[in-house]
């Protein structure tokens, strides 16, 4: 865990402080930050026989940068990290609310085209990487239970000005992998599924190179373990409400 988020810090670092490096064919070069409240359910299901779901409500930082090309091509990087949460998956067995962590790493190519009166559409695609940790109560036998999501993506969007700024909208679907395991030897693999994003966002500039954005994201993603156990799924669903700052180079 601690690697994952040391290599994060590592990554925006070198684009926060050298966008030369990234402006070296021209273009448009950003880096954003901010918080965003999220909503993380996570449901584990074998029918007839056993079926629970794990809640996490939490605050998530955010960090990334992006290079668009005077061609509309462009190039994004980002990650988000929970801030002190928990879940409440074991208050099932009076064990009370336990710690949670949740990382994720998304990295995104596409074309944006402009079109008459300040529109836009876009396509994108993509790698997607995700690490949620359930840690344990004491008295269990292991410290913690861990939820890994990776996959590619693909999808569209569309921006429209209206109130002195933009709104826009995206909708993705990806072919995911699952892994989930603990601490104590438990290891099992999901078969490849298919899930989805939407989202939709304001941005507002402040200045020539700072502007800020409000932006909604739903993701739902469903794992497949029956090849592993019979019957076995996991559901992931995500929902976020944030808030970030860009500064333009």
């Known amino acids: 865990m601690k690697i994952l988020r040391i290599d994060l810090w590592t990554l925006l670092f070198v684009f926060a402080f050298f966008p030369a490096l990234a402006q070296a064919q021209s273009g ?39 290079w668009v090309s005077p061609r509309g091509i462009y190039v994004d990087v980002s990650g988000q990290t929970s801030l002190s949460a928990k879940h409440d998956l074991w208050e099932i ?10 990382d994720s790493y998304t990295l995104t190519g596409g074309y944006i085209h402009a079109l008459p009166g300040g529109v836009s559409i876009s396509g994108f695609g993509g790698y997607t990487y995700g690490k949620t940790i359930f840690y344990t109560p004491p008295s269990f036998g292991y410290s913690k239970d861990i939820f890994e999501s990776k996959g590619i993506f693909i999808g569209a969007g569309a ?53 800020v954005t409000a932006d909604l994201r739903y993701q ?9 156990i019979a019957g076995y799924t996991v559901t992931e669903k995500i929902t976020s409400l944030g ?7």
């Open 28 to 66: 448009v070069f950003r880096v954003y930050a901010g918080l965003a409240p999220t909503s993380y359910h996570i449901t584990l299901d074998i029918p007839g026989a056993f079926n629970a779901t794990a809640k996490s409500t939490y605050a998530a930082a955010n960090l990334g940068a992006t």
């Open 220 to 228: 739902q993603y469903k794992y497949d373990f029956g090849t592993q």
């Open 159 to 211: 921006g429209v000005p209206a109130l002195r700024g933009q709104f826009s909208g995206s909708l993705a679907i990806a072919g995911m992998k699952g892994n989930q395991k603990d601490d104590n030897g438990f290891d099992i693999k999901a078969d490849t599924t298919i899930g989805f994003s939407l989202g939709g966002a304001y941005t507002y500039k402040l200045s020539e190179k700072l502007g």
């Open 243 to 249: 808030v970030r700052l860009g500064y333009q180079f």
């Open 93 to 102: 067995t009076g064990d009370g609310r336990q710690k949670f962590l949740r």
